[in-house]
């Protein structure tokens, strides 16, 4: 299968969304993660190779696809149009991650309008969610009101999710209280796409 995550906004999730659906994905079968940002974010996550993945460099992957069974690609913020087209039409499945605040929430739905009418498979994943706030419930319910699909599990926002980079592991891997619960919302998730 093969995933892309992109959005139309930055700081969104998305490559905290790949590294973590690609460590779902490899526990299925073997799993690529293509880094395709050029800040290569998801590279330096993996650069102590402590990931349980294999993480490429967009000109580094060609030769090595066919090995993999799950193709995961994370990308940059603020794509042309015509990238977002292409990731499409690449790929069985495009998520969008978004914050539940208003401005990443209306980029959401302008990046849906592009994706509409290419017929394409995508799916709006909602991250950062604080669980204190009521912020969540409200994206959740304009989300469904314009008709968005959209992932059942919401990703919260906890700590572990920031610290686990600086550590080159995913929350699975990460020590601290909540980390089950981080790693628990990202399988929920993986489980949705492949049970
Ligand atoms: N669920 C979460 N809880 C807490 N912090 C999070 C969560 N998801 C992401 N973050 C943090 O938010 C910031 C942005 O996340 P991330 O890098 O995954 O987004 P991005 O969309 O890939 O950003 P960019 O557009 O810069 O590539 C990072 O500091 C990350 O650690
Ligand atoms: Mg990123």
Redesign the pocket.
Known sequence: MIIAIT?LK???????TAIHLAAYFQSKAPTLLIDA?K?R?ALVWSKEDKLPFYVASQAGSPSLIKKFTHILIDT??RPEPEELEDLAIGSDLLIL?TTPNHLDLDTTVKAVELLTPLKVNFKVLL??VDPRTKNGREARKFLEEAKLPLFKTD????VA??RA?SRGVTVKDYPDPRANLAWSKYRAVGKEIMP
């Open positions: 959005a930055g700081g969104v999730g998305k490559t905290t940002d800040n974010s940059q913020a991650p991250t950062q990703i919260p926002r906890l999710f920031e980079p």
